[in-house]
């Protein structure tokens, strides 16, 4: 938004009374669809301040830098989590299914995933698969809507993505999903590698067994580059960390 302020600023210093148009803009009343950028790039248009071809170029510009922002308009958590990351996941890896007791008898709702992998000797796996998400916003900004401290990935604002309630015996893979306003990315890691790294806090709530939390931040990210996969390699990343898990031999090391 900081960026498409500054933009249209330079333009707005182009029309004849600019000055007047400011103090105009700092009474405008906005009621949605109309806003303060609709009046400010309609009347630029008119005043042949900015051209079609610039106003699309501007468009796709703030698009691209705000692919994701939308996502961060989802405020309750379960339709941030429930809604949102299980079905981004599932138009990616269509093979993951969600658990019942048919497919694994001992379930109850410990994990959000399964996943069906035969081996190579035709030995049938059900991989459990946990699904952590978190956006990156401004972390010295708790009282701001989480659209307006969303951060680009290129930003140099700090903040801390908490992937909380993590149960390393309730699921096989964790598949953690970080959101900035124009990058997903995506880490898998297998259970033993979640309760070995040295970021993993155990004991989130008092009288939780085995439920921790882990901080990711700007300081300590590049230390989980090794799990880091592209969309189009999570079914396969997710059987490899399982292999990892289970000492097999693994036919792809992400790291």
Aim: aromatic share 14%.
């Amino acid at each position: 938004m900081q960026e498409l302020k500054r933009e249209l600023d330079k333009l707005i210093e182009k029309l004849e009374n600019a000055d007047n148009f400011r103090a105009t803009l700092e009474n405008l009343v906005s009621v949605y669809p109309f806003s303060e950028y609709e009046y400010v790039i309609s009347h630029l248009l008119a005043a042949n301040k900015l051209t079609l071809d610039e106003y699309y170029d501007l468009r796709n510009s703030y698009i691209d830098r705000n692919l994701y922002l939308y996502i961060f308009e989802i405020s309750a958590p379960r339709g941030f989590g429930d809604k949102w990351a299980f079905g981004h996941l599932k138009e990616l890896v269509p093979d993951f299914q969600r658990p019942n007791k048919k497919l694994d008898p001992k379930y109850s709702g410990e994990y959000d995933f399964w996943l069906d992998w035969m081996d190579k000797k035709n030995k049938s796996h059900g991989i459990r698969v946990e699904i952590k998400a978190s956006r990156a916003v401004d972390f010295e900004k708790p009282d701001e809507p989480l659209y307006i401290k969303a951060l680009s990935f290129d930003s140099d604002r700090p903040f801390d993505m908490n992937f909380q309630q993590i149960k390393t015996k309730c699921a096989d893979v964790f598949l953690w999903i970080a959101i900035w306003r124009d990058k997903i990315r995506y880490w898998v890691l297998n259970s033993n590698e979640v309760k070995k790294n040295k970021y993993f806090s155990k004991g989130q709530h008092r009288g939780n067994i085995g439920e921790g939390q882990l901080h990711v931040n700007r300081e300590n990210i590049s230390d989980f580059n090794g799990y880091e996969v592209k969309s189009t390699q999570i079914k396969e990343a997710v059987i490899e960390a399982y292999k990892r898990l289970k000492k097999m031999k693994p036919r792809r090391n992400f790291r």
